[in-house]
Every structure is written in C-alpha cells, then in structure tokens.
C-alpha cells in the first residue's frame, strides 16, 4: 500500500514511491487503480517470472466495484484507454486515475473529446499506445501523484516526444515540496480536477 495521504503527517504521507521501485533495472512496476485491475494484477505478479512491485494507492481502498469470482489476469504491460477522443490524450496512474477520471468527464461536457489513458504499468510502459494516442490528439497532459521532479509523466512526456513530432505537452504533478500536515492545504497541493481542467483547458486554447 502506497500514497499521499492528507492529515497522516510527512512521514506517512510524503510521497508516491513508484518512481523509485521504476527506476530500477528488471524490475516490473504495476500500479492498478480499480478493485478489478488490482486483482487480475495481483494474480499475473504473481505467476510473473520475474521480480513485480505491485504498489496500490492507499487512497483507492474506498473505491467500489463488482469484480468477477473468477480467476482471471491483467497483462502487466498493457496500458488500458478509460475514454477515448481527438482533442487531448491525459494520461494518468494509480490514485491519480479518480481525478483524471472525474476531470475528463467535466472536459467532455464542456465539449471537447479527451483520450483518457491509465498506464498500469511504469515499468514496462506501453509506449505504443502513448504514442498512438498523441499521434492523433497532438496534445498531451500528465497527471501524477508523486513530485514533479522526474515524475513517472516526465517519462511518459519523453518517449513521446521520441515519436511525435509536433505534439505540445504539460504536466500536473505533486510540488516539489513536503506535504503540509493541514489536510485543507494538502489537498490543495496535491493534483485534483480542478487543476487537470485547468490545465487542459489551457493546452487545447
């Protein structure tokens, strides 16, 4: 279990720690962020060969959703499109996915067609499908939980911008400061939809 959480402290709440477990040469990095997922990569981490860190979001837990009895699998590889559209490819992880979620429903009812992209997986990342998306929307916006500094959309940005020629691109993230212990500033601070919207709005004009 991972995440910022408001009202915990800095030493409980300080900080996604994918970036870190992703840096590291052979090994996955998986971060579901729905009950279904969590469980179809939990069961393919384990049957994995090789070593999987698995991290999901503590602020996830009260999310509700029906999930098969069956035993089933999500490939670790494969990033999933939540929504699709022209106008903007966001792109998001983890608990991050609520709010990137929650802001692209609000970008569609002010008109405009958002692709919606979960990564599931940092590590390996579905580049082909990032840069599918883009090669279409030509614009791209990160969301990220964790500080903006090298954050995982700093590296998202980076294979696209490989692939796409033309493409403009932004990022959402954490400030590159330690959460205050006041949940009101937290919550403020950390990537919410209002700052996505914001932000979209302001790389589509």
Avoid at 22 to 31: D, E, S, W
Wanted: proline share 7%; hydrophobic share 40%.
């Amino acid at each position: 279990m991972t995440g910022q959480t408001p009202g915990f402290g800095g030493q409980h709440s300080d900080y996604e720690i994918d970036t870190y477990y992703a840096h590291i040469p052979g090994v996955k990095t998986v971060v579901p962020s729905t009950p279904s997922d969590a469980k179809g990569m939990m069961v393919a981490a384990i049957r994995d060969p090789n070593p999987v860190v698995y991290l999901y979001a503590a602020g996830l837990r009260e999310l509700v959703e029906e999930v098969s009895d069956e035993q089933y699998s999500v490939p670790l590889d494969k990033a999933v499109l939540r929504t699709t559209g022209s106008d903007i490819t966001i792109v998001g992880s983890g608990g991050g996915m609520p709010e990137v979620l929650a802001a692209t429903e609000r970008l569609q009812k002010a008109g405009m067609k958002v692709e919606a992209i979960d990564l599931r997986s940092l590590k390996p990342m579905d580049t082909e499908t990032l840069v599918k998306s883009v090669q279409k929307t030509k614009r791209l916006l990160t969301v990220d939980q964790s500080y903006y500094t090298l954050c995982p959309g700093a590296e998202v940005i980076a294979r696209v911008a490989e692939n796409v020629n033309g493409a403009r691109f932004k990022r959402v993230a954490f400030p590159d400061a330690a959460p205050p212990a006041s949940p009101e500033m937290y919550l403020w601070m950390r990537p919410n939809a209002d700052h996505i919207f914001a932000a979209a709005k302001k790389l589509v004009g």
